[in-house]
């Protein structure tokens, strides 16, 4: 047995990009050198421990010939710097913040595999975490090998059933007072009670709703997280058809159905637009947010897909 089966998988990290600190999870490969790179962008709130066990499954078929890394969006997250203390940014970051230091992040790995046998950067978004991605390849297209798209808000995001249904809390006012309230509760009350409010909505599962107590349900982060999704409903209007025509055979696309945040419209709109990549629709049942109940399920998509992919760069080599 050697030293690096003993070391618990995800390693955690903090890195400083751009002046800007982000939690970073690695599940390194245990072969020679990796073939390929995942970077997971997640969607909003961008906690990465939703997606742990995601990537856990992903580690556990492609370890020989993939390294993962995964990282949190900056303010969303209370978490562990390197030197073991607690760091929760103050800022509150938007999206644009997000998408320009997540690209400084994508060059940072990708120049740290600068070698003469760079491995394959692949890109996966979920939800907003798509956007991202799809700003990262207009800027580094010919460094992106594949971008795996979950359920991808890239198209008019305010209007959709979820949008409109929850953009009163994104406005200025109301957000600001939510993130106090939820400072104001943290101070009167334990976090068990806080724990036991939060699982009665029953939605995340107890492993998640521990999570999201912990490391997101503070004011700063919750500001952070409802700043981001106000910039998203503004912003995030005209699907980007320019790109998907020339640049659309690097995406592999999945839609859900009975999606509330990107109707099933959306799916039958990109597979017109995206004629060179591959768009899909689920016919599992997944839920957009797949983190709370269908990791497994989505591990074992996106395991079709990466098979796919690292056996074209085993043909290219």
């Not at 999870?25 to 962008?41: D, S, Y």
């Not at 016919?283 to 074209?312: K, P, Q, W």
Request: glycine content about 6%; some cysteine; charged content about 20%.
């Amino acid at each position: 047995m050697s030293f690096a089966s003993l070391v618990s998988l995800p390693q955690r990290s903090s890195w400083t990009v751009c002046g800007e600190v982000r939690e970073v999870l690695f599940w390194p490969c245990t072969g020679i050198r990796p073939r390929a790179v995942l970077l997971m962008i997640p969607g909003n709130p961008g906690l990465i421990d939703f997606y742990i066990d995601f990537c856990n499954e992903l580690h556990a078929k492609f370890k020989k010939d993939l390294d993962i890394i995964g990282t949190s969006h900056l303010g969303h997250t209370l978490f562990s710097d390197n030197r073991g203390q607690q760091y929760r940014s103050t800022k509150t970051y938007g999206l644009e913040d997000q998408v320009t230091n997540t690209l400084a992040m994508f060059d940072i790995i990708d120049q740290t595999y600068d070698t003469e046998e760079r491995p394959r950067m692949l890109l996966c978004g979920h939800s907003i975490g798509s956007y991202m991605a799809q700003r990262i390849v207009a800027v580094r297209t010919d460094r992106v090998a594949r971008v795996f798209s979950l359920f991808p808000t890239v198209d008019k995001i305010a209007d959709t059933p979820r949008g409109r249904q929850l953009r009163v809390l994104f406005r200025p006012g109301v957000r600001q007072v939510v993130a106090g309230i939820i400072d104001v509760l943290r101070w009167l009350l334990p976090t068990s009670t806080i724990v036991r409010l939060a699982s009665l909505s029953k939605s995340l599962g107890d492993t998640n709703t521990r999570v999201v107590v912990d490391k997101m349900l503070h004011g700063s982060c919750v500001n952070s997280v409802l700043t981001m999704a106000a910039d998203e409903m503004r912003r995030i209007v005209d699907l980007d058809e320019e790109l998907y025509a020339s640049t659309g055979g690097k995406f592999v696309m999945y839609y859900g159905t009975d999606d509330m945040w990107v109707p099933e419209d959306r799916y039958e709109r990109m597979r017109a637009v995206n004629t060179q990549g591959v768009v899909r629709l689920c016919s599992g049942g997944i839920s957009h947010a797949f983190v709370t109940a269908h990791s497994a399920e989505m591990a074992c998509v996106v395991i079709g897909m990466l098979t796919d992919e690292l056996a074209a760069e085993i043909e290219n080599s």
